[in-house]
């Protein structure tokens, strides 16, 4: 048990410890969801600074959202105080870009290069391809070019004449924040040296999602020896799409001998029936196939609730009736009886709850009855944020008044105002997006203080998922993707169906490939729920504008009954009439 002798690693079990204070050199810690890998590398540096006279200047961690570097940072300063000011926790893509600010003559930058945003972007490669059409085809094969694959000559040749107009116009754009300094670490002997020199202890979470140019960089600034913790899990490697390569992960102990390998079995996080479901989600595609995850606490054991909804109005229906039981019809009147449920909703509250779906569409419906029923929520998707309809107006907009003072907020709700009283003609679809940009961009926190120049950076550099606010009041919505690295009380995966999980295009057959990382996707968003799980699907689902038929996801399979509860289509509501008047 921890005492105070533990100091900074009391919080952590024996299995923790020995990871969070292993000696200098690499290490690999390979563990499942909820086995409290963060904590225990959060831990570690927290230890090496207080306890091991590291100096903190020189730990970098490196984390896969700004979301995630920012829980680290918080809890770093609560674990070692002020001296935590000096860590560097940082994103591959926020490192890359401070390394290119102190080093740009090395780049061939000006001073006051800047980040290309998506409407510049296309410009330049509508330029290069010569239409709007070729300019989508040609992005999506320059980006898969410079994070390493096999490039043709005329791949090449429309890569230079790309990135030379963005250069003209003193620009970089997102992949160049982990191509340039590869490209200069590589090459510079200096440079590389000073980095490593600079950054003796390096810490990479979720490592099996690395792609090609990280995994570069991190070979650059860690060389075989190097004090380089790798801590992920196979099982949750959810982004080859974006060219993430499991990979890496499997052969760490091949590019860092000698490193020991840490496993951690106890699972803190879920209770013990949606564990057990979990488990045997992943295991016909698991790789790790001698995994052992054990429930480490007495939380109480829930079963996982699976339900059927007609269609994906009734599935958004049943979500929005659930959350209210859940909440004991205190927040909201109760949709049927008005009773109130007796069974232990312990407290729960509206950020308690996650809503996770496959695909961005999907969150409509269920947005809309939320919404409707008065709940508040955020819905966050794994997508960049400039991506997001009306942050680029807003973006242009804010470019246009720089001159104005104020804080950042205050500048955002005046760009949002402008760009309306410039589209007269708005219907209430397009103002209502403006209005969710603005409301999304707001804890981006408000962080930014006065900083217009940063707010830009971090909205350029960050996806939606950045700007969940972890403290606001509301239930989240969010991609499977979107909800990595997170936990939640109550969890809903909705659209538990053949052809979203595992995701088929209508007329397309998925890879292998692909259906295991549909399995692995899953398996992330059954272990982000703590004490509640809830699988629904809708029997009939308009995907593409088409009205279809659906059958269960495969991947419920092998739940088996001993663990889950099925759950029959809510009572019949009142009517209508009787329902507003109690909402
Ligand atoms: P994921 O694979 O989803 O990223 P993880 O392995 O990183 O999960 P954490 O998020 O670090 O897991 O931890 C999961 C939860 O368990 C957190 O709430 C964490 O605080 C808690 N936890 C981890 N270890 C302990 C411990 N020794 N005692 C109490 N709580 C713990
Ligand atoms: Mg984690």
Partial sequence: QANAADGVLAGLDPDQRAAASAEAGPLLIVAGPGTGKTRT??????????????????????TFTRRAAEEMTERLHALAGPTAAELTVATFHSFGLQLLRDHHDKAGLSADFGLADASVQHEVLTEVAGDERAAKALRAELSRARR??????????????????????????????VVLPVRLLESDDELRAAYRDRFRWITVDEYQDVDEMQYRLLRQLAPAGANLTAVGD????????????????????????????????????????????????????????DRVLLPAGDRPAQRITVHEATDEHAEAAFVARSIDRLLGGASFHSLDSGRVDGDGHGGIG???????????????????????CGLPVQKRSHDPLSARPGVDHLMRELALVPARKGSVPERVRWAADAVLAAMPDAVQEQTAEIHAAAELLMPLAQRCGDDVQRFRRELLLGAEVDALDPRADAISLLTLHAAKGLEFPVVFVVGCE??????????????????????????????????????????????????????????????????????????????????????
Avoid: K
């Avoid at 590398?41 to 961690?61: D, F, G, K, S, Y």
């Avoid at 499997?250 to 057990?276: E, K, M």
């Avoid at 409509?364 to 939320?370: G, K, P, Q, S, Y």
């Avoid at 799980?533 to 038929?549: I, K, M, N, S, V």
């Fill in 234 to 289: 196979p099982d949750q490697a959810i982004y080859s799409f974006r060219g993430a390569d499991v990979g890496f992960f499997l052969r760490f102990q091949q590019d860092w001998p000698q490193a020991p390998v840490v496993q951690l079995t106890r699972n803190y996080r879920s209770g013990r029936h949606i564990l057990d479901g979990a488990v045997r989600a992943i295991r016909p595609g698991t790789l790790v196939p």
């Fill in 350 to 372: 509206f950020a308690d709850i996650a809503v996770l779906y496959r695909t961005d569409s999907q969150s409509r419906a269920v947005l809309d009855e939320l919404v409707r």
């Fill in 148 to 177: 390493g694959g096999d490039t043709d000559e005329d791949t090449a040749a429309a890569l230079h004449r790309y990135t030379t107009a963005l250069r003209e116009r003193n620009l970089i754009d997102f992949d160049d924040l």
């Fill in 41 to 62: 590398v959060t831990h570690r540096i927290a230890h090496l600074v207080l306890e091991r006279q590291v100096p903190a200047r020189e730990c970098l961690a490196i």
């Fill in 498 to 583: 053949d052809g979203l999980l595992p995701l088929r295009w209508p007329g397309a057959t998925p890879e292998n490939d692909d259906i295991a990382e549909e399995r692995r996707l899953f398996f992330v968003g059954m272990t982000r729920a703590q004490d509640h799980l809830h699988l629904t699907r809708a029997a009939r689902r308009t995907r593409h504008g088409t009205e279809r038929d659906t059958r269960p996801s495969p991947f419920l399979e092998g739940l088996g009954e001993d663990i889950v509860e099925r759950i029959a289509a809510p009572a019949r509501r009142r009517t209508r009439a009787t329902q507003l008047s109690l909402l």
